[in-house]
């Protein structure tokens, strides 16, 4: 089941993230480091240009370049989600950035007899 980002029951903050929502972030985070490498690997080639706006669009254009760059960035952000659920979570299934409180899904518990 895909659970939003709750508060957390110790420091009310909003910032529980789940084991699935965790891994959105990080593979994010992934997609985001691949362009921002690659977009300064260009601009080292190109003239300074400090035109507003012009650094931004030349990275959102990434966005729109056939797979390779975005499955790189997948690739590297699944690499690090594995090693946060497996380091980080363990068995839990969610995480307070703020305060690192662990909760286990309620419903994945077994029924008591
Ligand atoms: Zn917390």
Sequence with gaps: MM?????CTICNSATL???QNLRTLVVMAGVLDVLLRTHVERQQDAPTNHAPWEQLGKLVALVAEPAPLLAEGTAQGEALADN?????LGT???LCLN???LLMDESDDPAPE
Aim: charged share 20%.
């Design 92 to 94: 839990f299934d969610s």
């Design 3 to 7: 659970k939003t980002c709750n508060n």
């Design 17 to 19: 993230i789940h084991r």
């Design 99 to 101: 305060c690192g409180f």
């Design 84 to 88: 946060v659920a497996k380091h980080w």
